[in-house]
């Protein structure tokens, strides 16, 4: 009992380890990548880590059918391949995936909404683990729901596999805008705050007194151009997740960087200019040279062009 | 050159990373952070510290705009503390894989020796420091494997080196920002206001 109540507090080892990770990840990229060759690409472009998966979110929109965990064998050859943390996809609720990945040895467990749910009531009691894991949120209430139940790090959801950014800067603006409110309610109007946020009042008040999440939070979802990673990042975005606008080029075909010398060049010049843009954020000039610099960008798709039933971001609860 | 308050300035490379935990605790250790992303904000600072992150991506950028010379010349001057992946930047020789790195501390260091995220650590032991055991955060934490004769060991785990001092470079594989107690981020500062020799 006692060890169980350690281990969720944020002055206990293990979510402070957990944390700790996630900090180490700030200001950096986080790397969408489908096998060796590409992992290689983002470990030497400058990414901070890599997210190992079968399909990125924009063949998964374009093929449908069930997205699953990656397969075991592709994840150990990633893991071998780079020197940087390696994260891994589990489905929404599924924790006997997220069981795997931790067997496996990744570093971080993305409990996603681009794959397919497993359950449309309950997350993964990430609380259970020893690996850290980040899940997605569009509010600051569904943050604080994960982060009670163990997330140590939260990415703001874009619609993932479109491109387009405009999901990504609506929900950042939204979580960012409900912590600002939180900071001026007094003790008696923060126990309705929770009501309201249907979040855990303890989190909540954390919130209220710092202004800012207890675990880091990161952008992911549509960013596809170095502008878009500074975009994100003056909105309040401590580090950022590039999920299809690397290594595509059409809706659902990949650059072969395995194959084309060009289109492997493509990719590397799209993954260094997003690097760069993320560390210098905030200078127009750097910016302007690196998006000189990108000899391509993938096509996208327009988000307001999709039906709610295509949606990935709804998922979650 | 000191700021008008007379705080030693220090940079804080912050190209990636855990570079706002050690401005914090440079501020509370009576320092004034600076946050360094270019080669030319070097300047007029009175030492800098390396933190921990990617080392990669660190080198990646590194590796533009003359910034890896300027860095050398830096760190040959004034004082310079690395913590994490900052520590592997200072080191002699990398290993694991093997890596460009600065190559001013006399040491050799493998990289993620200590296994992958599910192996990260807290600990707490006596170390050099006056004021009893200090707690040390190590999260895919590198290892000293060796260190020369000038470079003075001030904690260990497990027989290895964790904490290390030669003249005014500090290195660290655990993370000191990630904890409550500035022993050591007010050591580095010490080492502003006696500069002694490298070796």
């Keep these: ?317 | 050159m000191k700021s008008t308050g007379g705080l030693p300035r220090i940079g804080v490379l912050a190209i990636q990373g855990n570079f706002a935990s050690h401005a914090e605790a440079l501020t509370e250790a009576g320092a004034d952070p600076i946050e360094v992303r270019k080669p030319g904000e070097l300047a007029g600072l009175d030492g800098l510290i390396l933190p921990g992150g990617e080392s990669t991506t660190m080198l990646r950028f590194l590796e533009k705009l003359r910034f890896f010379d300027l860095l050398e010349e830096f760190c040959a001057e004034k004082p310079v503390f690395g913590t994490c992946a900052g520590a592997i930047l200072l080191a002699r020789e990398v290993r694991n894989p093997a890596q460009r790195s600065l190559g001013l501390l006399d040491a050799v260091v493998e990289r993620n020796a200590y296994g992958r995220q599910i192996d990260s650590a807290i600990l707490t032991a006596e170390t050099s420091l006056p004021g009893g055991p200090l707690e040390m955060v190590f999260i895919r934490a590198p290892r000293i494997l060796e260190t020369g004769p000038a470079v003075e060991v001030l904690a260990r785990r497990d027989g290895y080196a964790v904490l290390v001092r030669q003249g005014t470079l500090m290195a660290a594989t655990f993370h000191p920002e990630l904890s409550a107690d500035r022993r050591v981020h007010r050591l580095f500062v010490g080492t502003m206001a006696s500069p002694a020799p490298r070796k």
Excluded at chain 1, 26 to 51: C, L, P, Y
Excluded at chain 1, 135 to 156: D, P, Q, S, Y
Excluded at chain 1, 168 to 175: E, F, G, K, T
Excluded at chain 1, 185 to 192: A, D, F, S, W
């Design chain 1, 1 to 317: 009992m006692s060890d169980s109540m350690e281990n969720k507090s944020f002055t206990g080892t293990g979510l402070r380890l957990k944390i700790g990770l996630a900090e180490m990840l700030k200001g950096g990229v986080i790397m969408d990548v489908m096998n060796v060759e590409q992992a290689r690409i983002a470990e030497e472009s400058g990414a901070t880590s890599v997210m190992a998966l079968e399909r990125v979110p924009a063949m998964i929109r374009a093929e449908g059918g069930v997205a699953r965990m990656a397969k075991p064998s592709l994840i150990k050859q990633i893991i071998q391949a780079v020197s940087i943390p390696v994260m891994a996809k589990a489905r929404i609720g599924h924790f006997a995936e997220a069981q795997i990945l931790q067997e496996l040895g990744v570093d971080f467990i993305d409990e996603s909404e681009v794959l397919t749910p497993a359950d449309e009531a309950h997350h993964i009691d990430k609380h259970a683990f020893t690996t850290p894991f980040v899940c997605g949120a569009r509010n600051l209430g569904e943050a604080l729901r994960r982060i009670a139940e163990g997330a140590a790090m939260i990415r703001t959801k874009g619609e993932a596999g479109t491109g387009d950014v405009v999901h990504a800067v609506q929900h950042m603006r939204q979580i960012t805008s409900e912590m600002r409110g939180l900071t001026v309610l007094t003790e008696q109007e923060l126990y309705k705050a929770a009501k309201d946020l249907q979040a855990p009042y303890e989190l909540v008040r954390m919130v209220a007194r710092t202004g800012k999440l207890p675990v880091p939070n990161f952008s992911a979802g549509g960013i596809a151009t170095p502008a878009d990673a500074s975009l994100m990042m003056q909105l309040g975005a401590e580090a950022i997740f590039v999920g299809s606008g690397i290594f595509m080029k059409e809706r659902a075909t990949p650059l072969d960087v395995e194959n084309d010398p060009k289109e492997r060049e493509e990719a590397v010049s799209r993954a260094k200019a997003i690097v760069m843009a993320t560390t210098h954020f905030k200078d127009p000039k750097i910016l302007a040279e690196v998006a000189e610099q990108v000899t391509g960008t993938m096509k996208g798709l327009a988000a307001a062009g999709l039906d709610e039933s295509q949606l990935l971001q709804t998922r979650g609860w």
